[in-house]
């Protein structure tokens, strides 16, 4: 999606090991978000930044932490991956919060 | 808690027909409901969306239709077309919340 960016697109990982994964974007929007998508659930919010530095935990932030030190980039981290995170994994920015969002292309993420 | 349900989960139409995916929610302060429409390996992308100042919003095939009192809105895809086989998300927004909160997604199918 032009404007956002999230690398890698795929990775697989071993449970108990630290993953990073990044959303960057060009938009110079405010919000950046981490969801995750699952069979049934739908998106689920892990985490959101609303500027540099701020950054709120959203309805599944267990296990996940996030920083934002510039402002078009929103690092996700599984602190040590479980196979209960494999999940496809999506950013998305918006200008303002409630308002609507750009999302990602995704990354897809097995832990084995 | 879910704050926004969504049925179907699964849907199956024949092209030329119309397709119908329902949403209810739970929180009057929300006054932003977008549509999203998501392809297999790609992000969800804004479809169309409506505030509560009116009952319906049109684009092109696509409707929504809002009921403020019943607290439910619907998506219409009329003329359905195989290329609308994609999985759907409504969803709802409210003033300072900062993020969005999603329905948990309907699979559509339009059979040629």
């Known amino acids: 999606d032009a404007g956002i960016t999230q690398s890698p697109r795929h990775k697989v990982t071993e449970t108990g090991t630290p993953v990073t994964l990044r959303c960057h974007q060009t938009?110079?929007?405010?919000?950046m978000y981490w969801y995750r998508q699952d069979p049934g659930h739908g998106l689920r919010l892990i985490h959101y930044?609303?500027?540099?530095?701020?950054?709120d935990k959203g309805e599944v932030s267990d296990g996940y932490s996030v920083s934002r030190s510039k402002t078009e980039d929103f690092l996700l981290t599984l602190e040590s991956a479980t196979s209960s995170q494999t999940s496809v994994y999506f950013c998305a920015i918006s200008e303002a919060g409630e308002d609507g969002y750009t999302f990602g292309s995704g990354t897809r993420l097995t832990v084995v | 808690q879910q704050q926004v349900k969504q049925s179907p989960q699964s849907l199956i139409v024949q092209k030329g027909g119309i397709s119908i995916i329902n949403c209810a929610y739970e929180?009057?302060?929300?006054?932003?409901f977008p549509w999203y429409q998501q392809f297999p390996g790609k992000g969800p992308a804004l479809l169309i969306a409506i505030r509560p100042d009116v009952s319906e919003k049109k684009e092109g095939r696509f409707t929504i239709s809002f009921n403020k009192s019943a607290k439910q809105f619907s998506l219409h895809i009329m003329d359905s077309q195989p290329g609308d086989s994609a999985t759907y998300f409504c969803?709802?927004?409210?003033?300072?919340?900062?993020?969005?909160?999603f329905g948990t997604g309907t699979r559509l199918t339009v059979i040629p």
């Open positions: 930044s609303y500027g540099v530095k701020d950054t």
């Open positions: 969803a709802g927004g409210r003033p300072g919340a900062n993020n969005l909160f």
């Open positions: 929180n009057t302060a929300f006054d932003y």
């Open positions: 938009e110079n929007h405010r919000y």
